[in-house]
């Protein structure tokens, strides 16, 4: 049984540099660099465990390759001791999480190889606070999977690539095979935390602009993480789908609406929800968290009836 984690705060920011010819790669023009933090320079060289992988040294490789696209990262099962690169996973170095005291985050989880590579260069891609969400949301789970062997469905997904216990498969192939799907992923999710950085701004300008607890967004957009904690309770904007949808806003303690729409209107059809609801409404979803209207006028005023019926004020 691994023994009690050491608590670790964030890291210092700092990365080996190579000793011998091969320049750090600058990251200060890498797309998706937020300009705020400091870049770091990684080496030209990385180098990780060989044999059996699992998604922890999958995505690791995955997030050195975002950063530097033309790093070289070997495979094997002891460093050379001439290695002037970084080392990852293996070695017992700064990004290595087998050896005792571990390192864990404040809340326990403790920490691979992947959660410490983000813990240092997290911040530079998406933010110093998307960076915490993304290692609570989508890291963590993974650097729990490799410490402790509690299922995943992605880590399990990442470990198919291995080679069959009965196969002659090369596993360095396999691994090989494995990090694009990974880098993919890992890059969909970096997209993903600055879109909703670029949403924040306008999410927060049109709640200064917020009337009777509804904010109306200009276009579909990430906005819970602007409206967090916020007394906003209903939020209005054009629907992908065609005409405007308006959603609940939860609450940030209980997860649950601040306000749900009406009863009587839960997963009727069109038709039937025009005529109860007096609105131009097409659809309430069953849990009562949605519905969908033909313009922005009818969506404002289904969350103001909602209000109303609920007994809130609301103004005229």
Not at 67 to 91: A, E, H, N, S
Not at 190 to 206: G, K
Not at 267 to 275: A, I, V
Request: hydrophobic share 35%; proline share 8%; glycine share 8%.
């Amino acid at each position: 049984m691994p023994g009690p984690c050491k608590e670790q705060g964030v890291g210092s920011g700092v990365l080996d540099a190579p000793q011998r010819g091969h320049p750090p790669c600058d990251l200060t023009a890498h797309p998706f660099i937020d300009r705020g933090v400091p870049p770091m320079k990684i080496p030209a060289k990385g180098f990780t465990h060989g044999g059996k992988f699992h998604a922890d040294d999958v995505f690791s490789t995955a997030l050195l390759q975002i950063l530097r696209p033309d790093i070289q990262v070997t495979r094997g099962f002891v460093v050379p001791d001439d290695f002037d690169g970084i080392v990852y996973d293996v070695g017992g170095g700064m990004f290595d999480h087998h050896s005792e005291p571990r390192e864990c985050r404040p809340n326990g989880v403790p920490y691979a190889a992947f959660g410490l590579l983000w813990r240092v260069v997290g911040a530079q891609l998406v933010g110093e606070h998307q960076a915490r969400l993304l290692d609570e949301n989508f890291i963590q789970p993974l650097d729990l999977n490799d410490n402790t062997g509690e299922q995943n469905s992605l880590a399990d997904a990442i470990g198919s690539f291995n080679p069959l216990w009965d196969s002659k498969d090369d596993p360095d192939e396999c691994f090989w095979r494995a990090v694009p799907v990974a880098k993919q992923i890992l890059e969909n999710e970096i997209a993903a935390a600055n879109a909703v950085n670029r949403a924040d701004d306008t999410v927060r300008r049109a709640y200064a602009n917020m009337r009777d607890g509804i904010v109306v967004l200009p276009a579909y957009m990430p906005w819970k993480n602007g409206l967090y904690k916020t007394d906003a309770i209903f939020v209005v904007y054009p629907s992908q789908r065609g005409g405007y949808s308006a959603q609940c806003v939860n609450d940030h303690r209980t997860k649950r609406s601040k306000q749900p729409f009406p009863v009587a209107w839960a997963g009727k059809p069109e038709e039937q929800l025009r005529q109860i609801s007096g609105l131009g409404l097409r659809f309430c979803h069953p849990s009562r968290f949605l519905i969908t209207a033909d313009d922005k006028a009818t969506a404002i005023e289904a969350c103001r009836r909602t209000l109303r019926a609920a007994g809130k004020k609301v103004s005229e």
